[in-house]
């Protein structure tokens, strides 16, 4: 899998709710992880959550209270849900996946399959 | 959360010198430890997992080595294409944190 697809609103109000997908075009996700990562302009990478196998998410705490991150049960796409953004939230979000399954355990070595990229511009 | 500091923040070299990025983490995170690369208007690219495991398909002139708080991105022999941005990240515990990025230019 050499990258995913991502799609989503790229234009937002403060207040309004960010929402993105991440899929794969006639497949299933590949690793056991999931994960969004934004990045401001001219700034680094920030995590902002993933969700496993298993379906149990993990939040970074800064964003915690906005963030939601959810997946379909077909394992083809995962989604991320961001409310009440600001000019803060503005940025380029990243979904990736990583991980791998050794006989019944999962291990995580970081992202090895990135989206392209989805600028999201936060402007009243 | 685990702070992870990287040195310098950004470094100018010429094709063929030797590369040294520092990553520090502010407790000790074993070896779950990460390095990737961007380049501008791209996602990043994974080059090192587990902070020594080469990505397949990465030139063997980059190498990561350390554990536990300190680890090291190595470029042997800095080439055109390895002119980006590198950034550590940890894996050891939430929030998976990142560095803050070292932006390799030309001299």
């Known amino acids: 899998q050499d990258q995913l697809q991502q799609w989503g609103a790229g234009l937002l109000k403060p207040s309004e709710t960010l929402s993105l997908t991440c899929g794969v075009d006639?497949?299933?996700?590949?690793?056991?992880?999931w994960s969004w990562i934004r990045q401001p302009p001219g700034k680094g990478l920030e995590w902002i959550g993933e969700i496993n196998h298993s379906g149990d998410t993990y939040y970074n705490p800064s964003l915690k209270s906005r963030v939601s991150i959810s997946a379909g049960t077909s394992r083809s796409q995962f989604s991320l849900r961001l409310s009440s953004v600001t000019a803060a939230d503005t940025a380029v979000y990243y979904c990736?996946?990583?991980?791998?399954?050794?006989?019944?355990?999962?291990?995580?070595?970081?992202?090895?399959?990135w989206g392209q990229g989805t600028t999201v511009t936060v402007s009243s | 959360d685990i702070q992870m500091t990287q040195s310098p923040s950004s470094l100018s070299a010429s094709v063929g010198d030797r590369v040294t990025i520092t990553c520090r983490a502010s407790?000790?995170?074993?070896?779950?430890l990460g390095w990737y690369q961007q380049k501008p208007g791209k996602a990043p690219k994974r080059l090192i997992y587990?902070?020594?495991t080469l990505e397949t398909g990465v030139p063997s002139r980059f190498s990561g080595s350390g554990s536990g708080t300190q680890f090291t991105l190595t470029i042997s022999s800095l080439q055109p294409e390895d002119f980006a941005t590198y950034y550590c990240q940890q894996h050891y515990s939430f929030p998976r944190t990142f560095g803050q990025g070292t932006k390799v230019e030309i001299k």
């Open positions: 407790q000790g995170i074993s070896n779950d």
């Open positions: 587990a902070a020594s």
């Open positions: 006639g497949g299933s996700l590949s690793g056991f992880y």
């Open positions: 990736a996946t990583g991980g791998v399954m050794k006989g019944r355990y999962y291990y995580y070595y970081g992202a090895d399959v």
